[in-house]
């Protein structure tokens, strides 16, 4: 493998660890969404372009999706609007985007680059995966879903405000 390799492999582990040793959910959210960008790459220059855009599109498309709807829980009022504010200063930013502009500019390269696909590589199209996970991977696939389901569900439920509720012998009782 080339430099672009190693660039982009770093690139992904780098942000890995800054996606674990984030305390703040939302800067770990950016740092993943690096790092799958990063392993996007990393997968184009393994001749799977395909591959990599379903990376982009799936992965860092959920993961911008996660993001709104823990947005959308986790509404706390003006409190917590400020102190989004303070937290999405351009400084907080720099980092990330340093790390995207150097794995944009990398990919401009390889795509610019006149190179032959070596000649062990087999072409898939999409109709063939698609074929592939609904046919004989289909119990995956549905239990994926499952999956995915069961963590919004619960992710709902352990981000939802309760209502505080007295039991029903006290709730005539004046204290």
Known sequence: MGPAFY???AIAVLATIMVITRYNIMHALLYLVVSLLAVAVVLYL???PFMAALEVIVYAGAIMVLLIFFVMMLNLGKE???QEKLWLKPRIWIFPSLLCIILLGELVFLVLQNHQ???EVKIVDPRAV???LFGPYILAVELAGMLLMAGIVGAYHLGRQKEKTLHRFL???EL
């Open 46 to 48: 393994y001749g799977a």
């Open 7 to 9: 660039i982009a492999a």
């Open 171 to 173: 709730e005539n009782n």
């Open 117 to 119: 696909p070596a000649a």
């Open 130 to 132: 698609g074929m592939a």
């Open 80 to 82: 917590s609007a400020e």
